[in-house]
């Protein structure tokens, strides 16, 4: 799908998915894969910049680099990969390394929206810096944001002994006897009797699944998710509780937890649910990446219709099923229309009508393919549709019937979107080179 990968992001923390995103998919295309960081001009502005390179700066940010990504070039296997570090301004050094190395796919994890002057001027970016490379760049940005699951590699869980589990129960026997199931099996399960310990004990190592009462002396189990889900967020959480707390492990679901067992259980339920959440981090342990629902969002500008192509063109390639969603701009700004709702539903059949005049034929082996209209916000509306289609991946145009792309309506949004999105998004402004 792609032969050169650019990723543009620092080396911190906030850039980690974005990083691993990079990693997978240039694994998965065999693709040439740059790492690529500008040094900003700093304080100094731009007389600083000639005597980075004889000073030996870049070298010497260039090793840093290396070094912390090391364990991901390991870890994921990339072979093909070279480390760029030039002096300059991020986004203009980005789109011409871009343009010079024929890169069709550009990487990016979240900006800063101000940068700390107690931070190494290095590792900050402009905050207008995504927003630039996401208009200009000749071939597809994506942007993946904190919340963007982790990709796993074949050696996140190399067997069930690595998987790990912890147990939470203030009742030695529920603790003893669901541990000697789990370990019958393989796994390596350790216990806790309270929701201090519990947190202690994931402050201590990594673990892949909690399996956590509800009611519990002190902390229960709902506010232990509660601590737990923030600064461990790739940590699956499945409640047990008895009848009369049914509606709490509900309620519990809708912030955070995977799904609730009835206790007394049958152990076969539980090792069956052990190994339904087991065999989804051998799926997701893969360098192969996936994506399975992807979300078009369109506003019929010529930049969206090459956004169409190239979502196409992934929807073919991932045998995917792709959502096109129009937003009608409802009372939100100067651009926004002044509608009654007999207008606004009339507006939403001419959009979906629209969309599928447009599209419709062109959508020949496509799984499965559907059209949607819907008003107000328009960021706000393509984050809760991608939401309720269960998206991995949004693909945008940035432009739009703007002439002047800095005052896109749906351009505009593009940045908003991905950095609040819980899936990667893909700006598009002009058609892809690679078609």
Not at 210 to 219: A, E, F, V
Request: hydrophobic letters at 40%.
């Amino acid at each position: 799908m792609f032969k050169n990968v650019l990723l543009a992001a620092s080396p911190t923390k906030a850039c980690e998915r974005a990083a691993d995103m990079a990693f997978a998919l240039a694994k998965q295309s065999n693709a040439k894969l740059y790492i690529f960081h500008a040094y900003g001009m700093g304080s100094d502005g731009w007389g600083a910049i000639r005597h980075l390179v004889p000073s030996g700066k870049v070298e010497e940010i260039k090793e840093e680099i290396n070094n912390y990504f090391q364990e991901k070039i390991e870890k994921f296997g990339v072979k093909d990969y070279t480390i760029e570090v030039v002096p300059g301004l991020p986004h203009s050094e980005i789109l011409r390394f871009a343009r010079k190395k024929t890169v069709d796919l550009i990487i990016m994890g979240p900006h800063e929206k101000k940068i700390d002057e107690d931070l190494p001027t290095r590792w900050g970016m402009a905050g207008s810096s995504l927003q630039r490379v996401s208009q200009r760049a000749r071939c597809p940005v994506m942007v993946v944001s904190e919340q963007v699951p982790k990709v796993w590699t074949m050696e996140a869980v190399g067997d069930r002994k690595d998987f790990r589990i912890l147990v939470v129960d203030d009742e030695l026997i529920v603790r003893d006897s669901t541990k000697e199931w789990l370990e019958d099996e393989g796994f390596t399960v350790d216990m806790a009797a309270s929701g201090q310990e519990a947190l202690d004990k994931l402050a201590s190592k990594p673990y892949h699944l909690m399996l956590t009462d509800i009611k519990m002396p002190g902390m229960d189990g709902v506010e232990l998710l509660k601590r737990a889900h923030k600064p461990y967020p790739d940590l699956t959480v499945v409640m047990m509780t008895a009848y009369a707390t049914v509606e709490t492990a509900i309620e519990a679901m809708k912030i955070g937890a995977l799904d609730y067992l009835l206790k007394p259980f049958d152990p076969e339920i539980l090792v069956d649910k052990v190994f339904e959440v087991y065999e989804d981090f051998e799926a997701k342990r893969s360098v192969k990446v996936t994506f399975s629902d992807i979300v078009l969002a369109t506003d019929f500008s010529e930049p969206a219709h090459h956004a169409f192509d190239f979502a196409f063109r992934m929807t073919q390639y991932y045998q995917a099923n792709l959502h096109i969603f129009h937003v009608i701009p409802v009372a939100h700004d100067e651009d926004a229309l002044i509608l009654d709702q007999a207008d606004i539903k009339e507006s939403i059949k001419d959009a979906t009508e629209k969309m599928k005049k447009k599209y419709g034929p062109k959508l020949e082996g496509v799984a499965e393919h559907s059209f949607e209209s819907w008003e107000g916000m328009p960021y706000v509306e393509v984050l809760k549709f991608a939401r309720w289609r269960n998206a991995d991946l949004i693909i945008m145009a940035h432009h739009s019937k703007e002439i002047d792309p800095e005052k896109a309506l749906l351009g505009s949004n593009v940045v908003r979107v991905a950095l609040s999105a819980t899936c990667p998004t893909i700006s598009i402004n002009r058609l892809p080179a690679s078609r």
